[in-house]
Nanobody, 126 residues
């Protein structure tokens, strides 16, 4: 089972930027899609962004398009989420996730992500 460890969360003012990182333990990391989800207090966890194994295809929630960018470095077993123009409504615990059931797929299916990190808190003040 892959272990995922997020870092980079913190407190930032509205309009600011943060970069989240996720380190994976699995030697097969470069074979499957990765994603970021978030959960705000009192709300259900929601999809934020995803990237295929090759990095060639990405997908974003409408609420973050144009502001967030997901990327990965397979050699380092890392995935990142660059968050710009942050808003108070972006405040949440952000989770890194992996789809470890589908290797070398060029498609992203949000429901397929089945391995999770512990999360990192992002707080955006107004």
């Amino acid at each position: 089972q892959v272990q995922l460890v997020e870092s980079g969360g913190g407190l930032v003012q509205a309009g600011g930027s943060l970069r989240l990182s996720c380190a994976a333990s699995d030697s097969a990391f470069g074979s499957y899609a990765m994603a970021w989800f978030r959960q705000a207090p009192g709300k259900e966890r929601e999809f934020v962004a995803a990237i295929t194994w090759s990095g060639l295809n990405t997908d974003y929630a409408d609420s973050v398009k144009g502001r967030f960018t997901i990327s990965r470095e397979n050699a380092k077993k890392m995935v990142y989420l660059q968050m710009n123009s942050l808003k108070p409504e972006d405040t949440a615990v952000y989770y890194c996730a992996a789809d470890i059931s589908h290797y070398y797929s060029n498609y992203i299916t949000v429901a397929d992500f089945n391995a999770w990190g512990q999360g990192t808190q992002v707080t955006v003040s107004s």
